[in-house]
C-alpha cells in the first residue's frame, strides 16, 4: 500500500527543520474538505445538488448549488482547526474572518471551491483549487490586503479533481506529487511522484470562440497550430482540447504536457482576462512551475505579479516551457 497523503507531507515536512505540525494540520483539513465535496459531486442528482442557486458571486456569475455548498463546506472544514488567520474565496465577496469562539493560526487559505462549475450539471470533471500563503507577522486580524501577496510567496498549491477518479495533486515548493481517493478506505495515495510536464507539445488548449477579440501574438500561435506542417505553420501537426475546466487543463498538461490559454481578449476591455490570480492563476502556476512548466500573462510571469485586488483576474498562459516561452516570445516582437 503506497503511502497515504498526510503521511507524505509529514515525512516532507521532517526534511523542513522550520516546519511545525501547524501546516499538516491545516492540510488535513483541507483534505477532509475535499473528500466530502468528492462525496457531494460524486452523489450529484441523487441528493439533489444540482443546478443553479438563484444567485451571483462577487464575479456577476451566476452560482450552482454546489457553488454555495462546496464553499461552505470548505470555510467549516478549515475555520475551527487553529492553524488559519483568515480565508478568501471565489464565492465571496470579502475575505472570511475567523469565527472569535476558534483559535486563529499562522496561514492565510485562499480557494476557488468549484472551478468549472458550470460543467457540474452535465457531468463533466470539475475540480477544488487552494493556495496557502502566511500571515505577517504580528498581523491579528488580516484584512483583504495581506492576501495581496505575489505567487512567490505561497506555501503551498493544490487541486482536487472531481473526475473518473478523484485526485489531490499538491507542492511545498519541493516538486509536484499526485494523489487518488480510495473511496472504500476513504483515503487519499501517492499514485504520481514526481510529475513532470514534457517541455514540448503538440496539444494547445483555448476557448477558439473568442478568436476574434485575442491579441495579434495569440491569434498568430494558434493559426500556426492550425496549420500544422503545411506552409506558415509548425514542425508538426497539433491537437486540440478545451474541458472549459482549468483543473482539468492543468492536470491533463501535467500528465502529458499541453499549453493552456486564457489570454487577455478585448471581448470584455478593461476586465484584465478571465481567470483569478490569487485563487486559480496563482496556484496553478506554482504546480506547474513545480513540475518544469513555464506559466506567464503573455509578457511577465505571473508569479511575480504583485495583485492589486482579492478578485483580480489575468490572462494565462501556462504548460511545456518551449510552447509558453514560444507565446510569450510572440508578446516581445521575437
Ligand atoms: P469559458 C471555469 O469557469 C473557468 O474559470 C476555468 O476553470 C475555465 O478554464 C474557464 O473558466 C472556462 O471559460 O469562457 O470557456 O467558459
Excluded at 17 to 24: I, L, R, V, Y
Excluded at 57 to 64: D, I
Amino acid at each position: 500500500m503506497s503511502k497515504n497523503l498526510i503521511q507524505f507531507i509529514i515525512e516532507e515536512q521532517r526534511a523542513i527543520p522550520s516546519a511545525s505540525g501547524d501546516f499538516t494540520g491545516l492540510l488535513s483539513d483541507i483534505v477532509s474538505a475535499c473528500k466530502q465535496i468528492a462525496h457531494d459531486v460524486n452523489k450529484g442528482a441523487l441528493i439533489g445538488v444540482l443546478g443553479s442557486a438563484g444567485s451571483e458571486n462577487v464575479q456577476g456569475e451566476t452560482q450552482k448549488k454546489l457553488d454555495v455548498i462546496t464553499n461552505e463546506v470548505f470555510l467549516k472544514a478549515n475555520e475551527w482547526g487553529g492553524h488559519l488567520a483568515a480565508m478568501a474565496s471565489e464565492e465571496m465577496d470579502d475575505i472570511y474572518h475567523i469565527p472569535a469562539r476558534y483559535p486563529k493560526g499562522k496561514y492565510l487559505l485562499t480557494f476557488d471551491p468549484l472551478d468549472g462549475s458550470s460543467n457540474i450539471d452535465v457531468n463533466i470533471s470539475v475540480g477544488t483549487i487552494f493556495s496557502i500563503l502566511r500571515c505577517k507577522d504580528g498581523v491579528t486580524n488580516p484584512t483583504a490586503e495581506d492576501f495581496l501577496q505575489p505567487g512567490t510567496k505561497q506555501v503551498c498549491a493544490g487541486y482536487a479533481l472531481y473526475g473518473p477518479a478523484t485526485m489531490m495533486v499538491l507542492t511545498t515548493g519541493h516538486g509536484v506529487n499526485g494523489f487518488t481517493l480510495d473511496r472504500d478506505v476513504g483515503d487519499f495515495f501517492l499514485t504520481h511522484p514526481n510529475m513532470v510536464i514534457p517541455e514540448d507539445t503538440a496539444e494547445f488548449a483555448i476557448n477558439v470562440s473568442n478568436q476574434r477579440f485575442w491579441e495579434a501574438p495569440v491569434q498568430r500561435y494558434v493559426d500556426e497550430c492550425l496549420k500544422g506542417k503545411t506552409p506558415g505553420g509548425r514542425e508538426k501537426n497539433f491537437n486540440m482540447r478545451w474541458v472549459a475546466s482549468m483543473v482539468a487543463e492543468v492536470h491533463r498538461i501535467l500528465t502529458r504536457g499541453g499549453i493552456f490559454m486564457y489570454p487577455l481578449d478585448t471581448k470584455e476591455p478593461g476586465k484584465g482576462g478571465k481567470l483569478r490570480l490569487l485563487y486559480e492563476a496563482n496556484p496553478m502556476s506554482f504546480i506547474v512551475e513545480q513540475a518544469g512548466g513555464m506559466s506567464t500573462t503573455g509578457r511577465e510571469r505571473i508569479m511575480d505579479l504583485k495583485p492589486t485586488g482579492l478578485h483580480q483576474r489575468v490572462p494565462v498562459i501556462l504548460g511545456s516551457k518551449n510552447e509558453v516561452e514560444r507565446v510569450t516570445g510572440y508578446h516581445k516582437g521575437l
